[in-house]
């Protein structure tokens, strides 16, 4: 069967059910063509692994564009990873899907390519709505968009990473203009979506009939409060501001909407934050530019000795996941960028500081996903940076470029280091489409 951008109809034989299934999977471009068409691409390539099963690879001929493929699954019902490749003298495509369990999918999976160390701007699905500085949080194979819209636009809807398409929810949720939106995950279904312009909320992507639920949180908790998803324990908003005064609180917020009330060592509003471990380094959101760790289990935070950065407005806090982060961007007190950079080592039981390397493409509104060491985009800008540890050094190092400048933009990335980019401002208008980017080569199975 000859399919023509189609990757194939697939049947798959399961040890793990009596039934036979069929699988429809297309690679497309960014119109959702066939990617080989008009290309030397000689070879198609399939990477696959199947929970703990080994890995296996297939190959597939490509002949003037079209190529076909009946690919096997030993299991239907274990958590999936593919990557695709086409290659030929000189073309070379990638592709990844994020991990799914094809048993809970719908059946159909679309992964758009792109070439290395670039980014295939996507036209044929677009966001409900155009969209800047709103909540994007993975959620399984979906993402949860809320928010950075008018108020005449919808304010959530969702992306299907494993079909390319954006839909809105089924239920009519009236909700008001949300404004300028962040959003962090609790767990794998809860988020908490913390907006501008009204209350926080926790989103359940799984439980239909707790979509939408209010939080109470600490008094000044807000646009200028900081706010982390840690992994395994809930989702932090720490500081904020009320009437002018930066203020103390902390709110974790874990499963099931329990609230748990911490303090920080000293008020702060406009601070940055990211989880190392189940612990958070909190940077910055004083005069001074301090810093500060709240500790798992700790009522308070703990100052981390020797921090005194000063005034470093809407920078960047990437963290490795585990002791090291590196705090970045942002502008002084006299409102200039700043290009100075600062690390933090040890953490957390012996968080040490000091002068970092300088962030020479420095700007402002650029994005850091959570558990992600990229910086994507920003005022203006096409750039896409990544932190990198290299042993007891860390650099800053451009990874590649947007297709179209975006700043206030969401993502995702996915488990192969591939990521998807939505909205943002191109500097003329607010976006309302994707970008599938890939580093130069993605993760292994």
């Not at 959003?183 to 359940?204: M, R, Y």
């Not at 000044?220 to 900081?226: L, M, Q, T």
Request: glycine share 12%.
């Amino acid at each position: 069967m000859v399919l023509l951008g189609l990757l194939c109809t697939a049947a798959f034989a399961c040890k793990e059910s009596s039934a036979r299934f069929v699988f429809e999977a297309r690679i497309v471009d960014g119109q959702n063509g066939n990617p080989a068409a008009g290309t030397d691409a000689t070879t198609l390539r399939i990477g696959i692994q199947e929970g703990e099963l080994p890995a296996a690879e297939y190959e597939y001929p490509i002949t003037d564009g079209e190529f076909e493929a009946l690919l096997e699954f030993r299991s239907f019902a274990r958590p999936t990873r593919i990557r695709v490749e086409m290659e030929g003298a000189t073309t070379a495509l990638l592709t990844a899907p994020p991990e799914f369990v094809p048993a809970a999918s719908e059946g159909f999976l679309r992964v758009v390519t792109a070439a290395p160390s670039s980014c295939e701007r996507v036209t044929f699905d677009l966001l409900e709505a155009p969209r800047a500085f709103f909540g994007m949080v993975a959620s399984g194979t979906f993402a949860f968009i809320a928010g950075g819209t008018t108020s005449s636009d919808e304010q959530v809807e969702f992306f299907d990473a494993l079909e390319w398409e954006s839909r809105l929810f089924l239920e009519d949720f009236a909700l008001s203009d949300l404004g300028e939106t962040r959003a962090a995950s609790i767990d794998q279904a809860e988020i908490l979506v913390l907006p501008s312009n009204t209350g926080p909320f926790i989103f359940n992507m799984v439980d239909a009939t707790r979509r939408i639920t209010p939080v109470v949180l600490h008094r000044g908790a807000g646009p200028k409060s900081a706010l982390v998803s840690v992994p395994g324990v809930g989702a932090m908003v720490i500081g904020g501001e009320l009437a002018g005064e930066a203020q103390s609180g902390v709110s974790l917020v874990e499963p099931e909407g329990e609230v748990t009330s911490l303090q920080l060592s000293k008020p702060r509003s406009g601070s940055v934050a990211t989880a190392l471990g189940a612990d958070v380094l909190v940077a910055g959101g004083d005069v001074a530019g301090t810093a500060e760790v709240l500790l798992e289990g700790a009522t308070s935070g703990q100052p981390v000795a020797g921090v005194m950065d000063g005034v470093r407005q809407s920078g960047l806090l990437v963290g490795d996941g585990e002791s090291r982060a590196l705090w970045i961007g942002g502008a002084d007190a006299a409102d200039a960028l700043r290009q100075d950079t600062v690390r933090f080592d040890g953490c957390p039981s012996d968080c040490m500081s000091a002068a970092g390397p300088p962030w020479t493409t420095a700007r402002l509104d650029a994005l850091q996903p959570p558990q992600s060491t990229l910086v994507i985009g920003g005022d203006d800008s096409q750039l896409v940076d990544e932190v990198r540890w290299n042993g007891a050094d860390v650099e800053i190092q451009p990874l590649l470029q947007l297709d179209i400048p975006r700043a206030g933009a969401g993502a995702i990335v996915l488990e192969s280091g591939a990521f998807i980019v939505a909205g943002g401002d191109d500097g003329v208008s607010i976006r309302e489409d994707f970008e599938f980017c890939v580093p130069a080569a993605l993760e292994p199975l």
